[in-house]
């Protein structure tokens, strides 16, 4: 008997735990863009500004390339018209535009 209660709390915890990892991954309500940015000749460029605006609203969001020039834009709202923008100093800006992000997306650029 006192097997059976174990089993059953035992089964009542795995149950508890595999509920509350469905409901994290169904409270995403946003996307991410992430990439690397280069020079002409493929080399990373640390520190470049990396500015995504979304163009509806205005709201902007940014970061900076870390060493090696990945980047990471993440809680992103979802929709778009999305522009990218690229700076750097010495280098001339660069911009992708017309993006749209669907939800929990990461978008490469």
């Not at 991954?25 to 002409?40: C, H, K, L, M």
């Not at 923008?85 to 669907?102: C, H, N, P, V, W």
Request: zero cysteines.
């Amino acid at each position: 008997m006192s097997k059976t209660i174990t089993n059953f709390f035992a089964s009542l915890i795995l149950l508890f735990i595999l509920s509350a990892n469905s409901l994290i991954a169904q409270s995403i309500t946003s996307a991410a863009i992430y990439g690397t940015v280069t020079d002409v000749n493929g080399n990373p460029l640390p520190g470049a500004n990396v500015i995504a605006t979304h163009v509806p609203t205005g709201t902007t969001y940014g970061t900076t390339t870390r060493a090696n020039g990945d980047y990471n834009l993440p809680g992103l709202r979802v929709g778009g018209p999305f522009t990218l923008t690229f700076s750097y100093i010495g280098f001339a800006k660069q911009e992708r535009t017309d993006l749209y992000l669907q939800l929990s997306q990461s978008l490469r650029q």
